[in-house]
């Protein structure tokens, strides 16, 4: 059984740019959530994804957008980047049935 | 609005002693209560979690205690390990609708030999 994945590792971008990360869910997984974790905070949910729609967002902006395969990998898009984008991205995959969410090891993003 | 409140924010336990972890929730509409754990640079880890018809639930080492009137939960880890210094999260999610899992703000456990 794979685990959830996330590419790339590590992303430098300047203010202004856009940015898309990428999550393979685990297998057997069918939704996708996102969220952000600023530097010595707790995980902040972004929005998740079940059979590539959106199905629930947080309070973030419309410039945070994403996209679901049917193979249910996802990509987070983020444009018009900020210097608080700065953080670690995380994919989390579970099935709809269960609240279980594994975590991928997540995307560092530094905006500068 | 933080829904999930933690603490404390550090912690500095001996080998061998026991670790102890609180955390309140404000929203009654929350019914699964998980503890991630994460190492620096990896992602958080599922480690236990508790649903709130149950005031206890124990793993190994990690024991979930749960206050459904008080709005409270805890995670115990006896017999702490070096190889247990992290950060843990506890974090509350409710079914129905979409799942969100609000994390709390973590705390950062470290264990000396």
């Known amino acids: 059984e794979t685990g959830v994945t996330q590419s790339p590792t590590h992303l430098i971008k300047t203010r202004g740019q856009q940015v898309t990360l990428r999550c393979s869910s685990q297998s057997g997984h069918n939704t996708v959530s996102w969220y952000q974790q600023a530097l010595g905070q707790g995980p902040q949910f972004i929005f998740q994804?079940?059979?590539?729609?959106?199905?629930g967002r947080g309070n973030f902006p419309p410039r945070f957008s994403g996209l679901q395969f049917p193979n249910y990998s996802s990509e987070l898009n983020v444009n018009a980047l900020e210097l608080d984008d700065s953080a670690l991205y995380l994919c989390?995959?579970?099935?709809?049935?269960?609240?279980?969410?594994?975590f991928g090891p997540g995307t560092r993003l530094t905006v500068l | 609005q933080q829904q999930v409140k933690q603490s404390p924010q550090s912690l500095i336990v001996q080998k061998g002693g026991i670790s102890i972890i609180n955390c309140a929730y404000e929203n009654t509409a929350f019914d699964y209560f998980p503890w991630y754990q994460q190492f620096p640079g990896k992602g958080p880890a599922l480690l236990i979690a508790?649903?709130?018809?149950?005031s206890e639930k124990k793993e190994g080492r990690f024991t979930i205690s749960f206050n459904k009137s008080a709005k409270q939960f805890s995670l115990h880890i006896m017999d702490s390990q070096p190889g247990d210094s992290a950060t843990y999260f506890c974090a509350a999610g409710r079914k129905g609708g979409y799942q969100k899992v609000t994390f709390g703000t973590g705390t950062k456990l470290q264990v000396i030999p």
């Open positions: 508790i649903r709130p018809d149950v």
């Open positions: 994804y079940y059979r590539e729609e959106e199905n």
């Open positions: 989390a995959s579970s099935s709809l049935a269960s609240n279980e969410q594994f």
